[in-house]
C-alpha cells in the first residue's frame, strides 16, 4: 500500500531553537497532509492542514507562528516548531489521502520531539 | 460540533474472550467512521471504515446512526489483539480530516 515516511523520527533540540519535521508521500502525491499531535497514550490532535501550493488551515487554538507549515511540493509537507520549549515535546504525526486508494488516509511513522 | 468518545481508557480482557470497544460520535451530518489500530512502537494503520462493512482480523463494527455509535466487537480476543485502537471521524467533504477519539488501551492477557 501507499506509504508516508516522517524524518527524522527522534529529535532533540535546545529551548529557544528551531526544529523541523517533514513528512513525505512515498508513491503517491498528496495535495492536502495533516499535521497531529499525541501525547503519550492520549489521543491524536489535529493541529492543522498543510495544502499544497497554499497556506496551511490551522485548528483553533494553535499558534500559527509557533507552528510553520510548508507544502511546496505534491509530496513533501515539513512543519517547523519555532522557539522551542520544553512544552512543546510531544510525538507529531502526518498524514496524507491517497486518491488512488480511494481516499485511505494514511500515516507516518511519528517524529518524538524533546526539548531541553 | 464535531466530537468522538471512546468512554473506556483501558480494556482488559483474557484470551479468547468477547471484546467491545466502545465509540460515540457526535456529528451534524453524515460522517465516515473509522477505527484505527495503534501498536507498540508503530504507526497508526487503518483497522475499519464503516463504509467498507469489512472483517479485518475478526474485528467487525456496525455503525449505528440511531444510538451516534460504532463500536468495535471480536468474538473471541488474541493476545496479539493487545494494542490501542482509536475510533475516528470524517464530516462530509472534510479530504482525509479526522477527528479521533481519546483512544482505548485493549490488554489481551494469556
Known amino acids: 500500500g501507499a506509504v508516508v515516511s516522517q524524518h527524522p523520527s527522534r529529535v532533540i533540540c535546545k529551548s529557544g531553537t528551531s526544529v523541523k519535521i517533514e513528512c513525505r508521500s512515498l508513491?503517491?502525491?498528496?495535495?492536502?497532509m495533516f499535521w497531529y499531535r499525541q501525547f503519550p497514550k492520549q489521543s491524536l490532535m489535529l493541529m492543522a492542514t498543510s495544502n499544497e501550493g497554499s497556506k496551511a488551515t490551522y485548528e483553533q487554538g494553535v499558534e500559527k507562528d509557533k507552528f510553520l507549515i510548508n507544502h511546496a511540493s505534491l509530496t513533501l509537507s515539513t512543519l517547523t516548531v519555532t522557539s522551542a520549549h520544553p512544552e512543546d515535546s510531544s510525538f507529531y504525526i502526518c498524514s496524507a489521502p491517497s486518491a488512488a486508494s480511494g481516499n485511505t488516509i494514511y500515516f507516518g511513522e511519528g517524529s518524538w520531539l524533546t526539548v531541553v | 460540533a464535531q466530537r468522538v468518545t471512546q468512554p473506556e481508557k483501558l480494556l482488559s480482557v483474557f484470551k479468547g474472550a468477547p471484546v467491545e470497544l466502545k465509540c460515540n460520535y457526535s456529528?451534524?451530518?453524515?460522517?465516515?467512521l473509522f477505527w484505527y489500530v495503534q501498536y507498540s512502537r508503530q504507526r497508526l494503520q487503518l483497522l475499519l471504515r464503516h463504509i467498507s462493512r469489512e472483517s479485518i482480523k475478526g474485528f467487525t463494527a456496525d455503525l449505528n446512526k440511531g444510538e451516534t455509535s460504532f463500536h468495535l466487537k471480536k468474538p473471541f480476543a488474541q493476545e496479539e489483539d493487545s494494542a490501542m485502537y482509536y475510533c475516528a471521524l470524517s464530516g462530509n467533504n472534510q479530504g482525509g480530516k479526522l477527528i479521533f477519539g481519546q483512544g482505548t488501551e485493549l490488554s489481551v492477557k494469556p
Open positions: 508513491d503517491f502525491q498528496a495535495t492536502t
Open positions: 456529528y451534524s451530518g453524515s460522517p465516515e
